[in-house]
C-alpha cells in the first residue's frame, strides 16, 4: 500500500427531510448572505429551490439567486457568478443541483476573490489561494463533486473542457436526501451510476499490490451500482437503491476507494474531450471510452482485469486462460453498459460517425498540444489516444 493522504473535510447531512437543515449549517458556517446557483430547471419544477429559500429567509439569511448552469457547465456563466457576488457582497455559496452546478459554484467562489481572470487556474497559470465558502443540496448522484476537491469547466473559446483539483474548494457540508432523485430520468440515472463506477475504476485499474481493504471497498462499491441500478430503472422510487446510489456517488469519489492506490483517469481525460467537444452528458462519454481503452491496456496488467472480471463482472475465472477471462470480463462491462442505456462506443453516443479532423482535435487538447502523457496504467502518449479514440469510433 502507497502512503497517503485523506482529507474528507465535508460534513454530511443524508436522509429523508435532510434539507430541513439548510439554514442552520449555513449559518454554522459563517454565511450571511447567500448566492443559491441552480440549474436549468429540475429544481424549479419539483419545489426543491422554493423550498430551499423559504427556510433560508426564515433562518434569516440572505438570498442571491442564479439558475440556468447547463451540464458541462461554461465559463461565461461562471463569469455572471463572480459580477453578481461582488455587486451584491454574497459570503456563501449554496448549490442546489448536481456536479455541474457544484463546479460552477467552485469556479465562482475562488474567481470571487481573485483579482486576475478565473479561467488562469483551469488554464494552469495560477493556484488559487482562498475559496468564499460553498455547501450543496445535492440532487443527482455522479460526479462526486459534493465531496471532491475538483471542478470540471467549459470555455467556449474553443470549447475546452478543464478540471481543476484544490483542496479549499471542498463543500462544507453537503446535504442528500435520496428522494430527492426520484425524478431523474432513466438515462441520467444510468449516466450517473456509470460515472460513478468509473471514479472507482479509475483508481482500481493500478499496478500497485497489497491494497487488499482498498480493493474490497472499491468491489463493494462497485457491485452495489451494478445492483441499485436495476432496481430503481425499474422503480425509480426505490429509497434503499436510491440511498445506495447516492452515498456510493461520494464514496467513490472521496477518494475513500484510492487510499494507497496510484490511480490511472486515462478514460476521464479521453472523456472530457468528448463532452467538451459535443456537449455529451459526462457518464454516457465514460462507457463510449472505457471498452476501447480496456481493450488496449489490458495486457500490461491482465491479472488486474482478472480479477476485474471475476470479483465484479461474475466471470467464472479460467486459470488456463487468464487473457481470455480478462476480456470475458470487459464484453460483460459492455453488455451491463448496453443494458442500462448507455454507448459502449462514440457513434452510439454522439448518434453519428466521428470524423478523423475531430479525433485528431481531440487528441491535440487530450495531449495539450502533444505536449504531455495520460493516465498510468498505461501512459497513454498522444498516437496511443489516437488509436483509442479510433477504436471507440469502429474504426
Ligand atoms: O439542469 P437541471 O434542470 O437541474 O437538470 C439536470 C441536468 O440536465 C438533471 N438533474 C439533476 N438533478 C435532477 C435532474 N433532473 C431531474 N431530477 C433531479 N433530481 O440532470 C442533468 C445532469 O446534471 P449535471 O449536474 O450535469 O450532472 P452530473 O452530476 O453528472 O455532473 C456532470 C458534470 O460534472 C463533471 C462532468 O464532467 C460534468 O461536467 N465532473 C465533475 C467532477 C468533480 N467535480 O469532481 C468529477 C467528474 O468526473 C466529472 O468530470
Ligand atoms: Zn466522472
Known amino acids: 500500500m502507497k502512503d497517503f493522504i485523506y482529507y474528507a473535510p465535508t460534513e ?32 424549479v419544477r419539483s419545489g426543491l429551490l422554493d423550498k430551499i429559500c423559504s427556510l433560508l429567509k426564515e433562518g434569516g439569511i440572505e438570498t442571491v439567486l442564479l439558475g440556468g448552469v447547463v451540464p458541462n457547465p461554461r465559463l461565461s456563466k461562471v463569469h455572471e457568478g463572480i459580477a453578481l457576488c461582488k455587486k451584491e457582497g454574497v459570503d456563501f455559496i449554496l448549490s442546489v443541483g448536481g456536479g455541474s452546478v457544484i463546479d460552477s459554484a467552485k469556479a465562482i467562489a475562488c474567481g470571487v476573490l ?54 479549499l474548494s471542498r463543500q462544507k457540508f453537503a446535504i442528500m436526501n ?23 475504476m479509475e483508481r482500481y485499474f493500478s499496478h500497485d499490490d497489497d491494497m487488499t481493504l482498498t480493493d474490497a471497498v472499491a468491489e463493494a462499491v462497485l457491485r452495489t451500482m451494478k445492483d441499485c441500478i436495476f432496481t430503481v430503472l425499474k422503480d425509480p422510487k426505490d429509497y434503499r437503491a436510491r440511498a445506495q446510489i447516492m452515498w456510493g456517488g461520494s464514496l467513490a469519489h472521496n477518494d475513500l ?36 481503452w480496456a481493450r488496449y491496456v489490458y495486457k500490461e496488467n491482465v491479472s488486474r482485469f482478472v480479477r476485474f472480471a471475476v470479483n465484479v463482472m461474475d466471470v467464472p475465472n479460467d486459470f488456463t486462460d487468464p487473457e481470455g477471462t ?20 462514440i457513434p452510439e453516443l454522439i448518434g453519428k460517425e466521428i470524423t478523423d479532423e475531430e479525433i485528431e482535435e481531440m487528441v491535440r487538447k487530450c495531449s495539450h498540444d502533444y505536449s504531455i502523457t495520460q493516465g498510468q496504467f498505461k501512459v497513454l502518449k498522444p498516437q496511443d489516444m489516437l488509436n483509442i479514440y479510433r477504436m471507440a469510433a469502429g474504426r
Open 12 to 43: 454530511v447531512v443524508f436522509g429523508k427531510d435532510s434539507e430541513q437543515e439548510v439554514a442552520l449549517l449555513v449559518k454554522k458556517y459563517g454565511g450571511h448572505k447567500v448566492l443559491v446557483h441552480y440549474g436549468g430547471g429540475s429544481a
Open 114 to 167: 481573485y483579482p486576475g481572470e478565473v479561467w488562469d487556474f483551469y488554464a494552469g497559470k495560477a493556484d488559487a489561494e482562498a475559496y468564499l465558502p460553498m455547501g450543496c443540496v445535492l440532487t443527482i448522484p455522479a460526479a462526486g463533486s459534493e465531496m471532491s476537491d475538483s471542478s470540471v469547466i467549459t470555455n467556449e473559446d474553443g470549447d475546452i473542457k478543464v478540471g481543476y483539483s484544490n483542496n
Open 178 to 200: 435520496p428522494e430527492r432523485t426520484y425524478t431523474l430520468p432513466p438515462y441520467q440515472t444510468a449516466a450517473g451510476v456509470t460515472d460513478i463506477m468509473m471514479h472507482t
Open 257 to 292: 476507494t484510492g487510499c494507497g492506490t496510484s490511480g490511472d483517469w486515462a478514460t476521464h481525460q479521453l472523456e472530457h474531450e468528448l463532452s467538451g467537444m459535443f456537449d455529451a452528458t459526462h457518464g454516457a462519454g465514460l462507457a463510449a471510452i472505457w471498452p476501447s
Open 326 to 345: 480478462a476480456l470475458k470480463g470487459i464484453e460483460a462491462m459492455e453488455r451491463f453498459y448496453h443494458s442500462i442505456g448507455m454507448p459502449i462506443n
